[in-house]
Each structure stands twice: as C-alpha cells, then as structure tokens.
C-alpha cells in the first residue's frame, strides 16, 4: 500500500554518479515522496526529471531549510563528491552558524568525517537512512554473478586482497586492494577505486610468462566498523570496464556489504571480457 504520511517524504543528498536515482526510484516505488538536493557541480542534472532543489558547497543553512520545508524526516546521502577547498567556498548564515562543525570536516580521515556528517544531522532531527535501507536489491549477493568462476589461484588472490582492506580499513585508509599471485600491486587511498585502477594500466606485465593472459583481483569490500548509513562501497560498469582495461582476472565484491549500481551491465562487461565477478563474505 502507498505511503499516505505526508510529514514523511524521503530526502536524498545526491552527489555524483546513478545512485541517488536508483534509490528515489526505490523509494518512488514504495509509494513514498522523494525529493533530492543536488550538490551543484556534482550531482547529475538528471534530477530536473524528479521533485528537486539545488544547493552549492557552503549553502548548509539553505539545505537545512530545504529538508524541513519539504519534511524530510529520513534522509540518505548518496552519490560521489569531490573534497571542497573550503578557502573558495562561500559560506550562507546558516553554515556560519555551523561553522566548527565545518572546520571539523577538514581534519581526519573518511571514518570520523562521515561519522560527523550523521551526528550532524540527528542533531537536528533528522534520521539519517543508509542507501541499502531504502534499496537492499542493491547490495551484492553471494556466488558467482555471471558465466565464469575464479580460479584457485584467483581464490588466494581475493583471500589475500580481504586481509590487506581488513588491515588498512583498521588505519581508516581505504576499501579496495588489487592483488595478483599474492603481491599487492595497489591499495585504495583518498582517490578512490576507478583512479586506482587507472594507476593500474601496466597490470598486463604480471601476465603468466609474458603472456596476454588475465591475472589479478579487485577485492572491494567495507572497512572494519564503517559507516554504511553514508559511505557504504560502490561499483558500477565503469569499475568493471577499467579492471578489464587493468587486464584483471575478475573481481570480488563483499556480499551485503557494497552496493552495485547497474549489477546488469557489471555482468554484461565481465561476461564479455571473461572475466569473474563474485560475491564473498567478508568476515568482517
């Protein structure tokens, strides 16, 4: 049955990328109301085809008011964004009202700034939803997810990418490793997973004995203790396009724990360049 609790429209803070649609359609097809603010310079203009407003970096005030205005009660906080230099932002009243809070998202790593990002929020009434709450179709399975299987080798490989995330996600780094017969070519820092891989572009010279064969894993999983009401990970076609440009072997999602953004045209690409996708458990 529609939800018919008008005090309960379901805002969503977009960034870049498809996520912030897929999940307003998610919450559309719940019978709710949606309404999405787009962050200005990141978010798609797709969102003109929605219930919407905009707002720049520094507009906190502005976007507080949209919330209330439209009852946003529950908000989820989706999509990629860019680090602002907070020296060109222009700040309204209400984000100078704010302004220690602001300062504090200059300082530490992803962990303690998101954490922030959501006491920030129920602080002032609002409930902060995380994307698979609203859309957990999403969220990768476990098992093979398209026509090929790693193999024993590529086993060790995912095997070793899952103790290098858990280590590094202790030291809030980062949530994807590439790993190929057990050495660490790459560790997700502050660019994240689709500029690691393009860093990756000379993968092809650990092919066995010279040859073109594939070799080596992406393993995306979430750190240990991560916020995933705001940060949970996220791949897509392009994550999968430039594994298979790293002349990857395949790649291991943690299952339930990252959020696929177009799981049909993943598979389509991966079958195609024979290569894996899997969903794995985690462990932590």
Known sequence: MPNQDSN??????AGGGNM???IADAGLAQ??????????????DKISTYSHDWMKWGELGHLLKILEQQQCKEIVIIGSVTRPDLSQVKFDFGAVKNMPFLMSLTIGGDDTILSGIVKFFEKHGFSVRGAHEIAPNLLAGKGVLGKYQPSSRDAQDIETGLNVVRTLGELDVGQA?????DYVLAVEAAEGTDSM???CSD???WGEHGKKKRTGVLVKCPKPAQEQRIDMPTVGSRTVELA?????????ISTGGVLLADKERMVEIADSQKMFLIGVDSGF
Do not use: Y
């Open 244 to 252: 298979s440009e790293a002349g990857l072997a395949g790649i291991a």
């Open 20 to 22: 912030p649609f897929l």
């Open 203 to 205: 993968l092809r010279q």
């Open 31 to 44: 019978g709710r109301k949606v309404h999405i603010v787009g962050i200005d310079g990141e978010a798609s």
């Open 197 to 199: 891989l393009r860093r």
């Open 8 to 13: 309960n429209t379901l805002g969503i803070i």
């Open 177 to 181: 490793a590439v790993i190929s017969r």
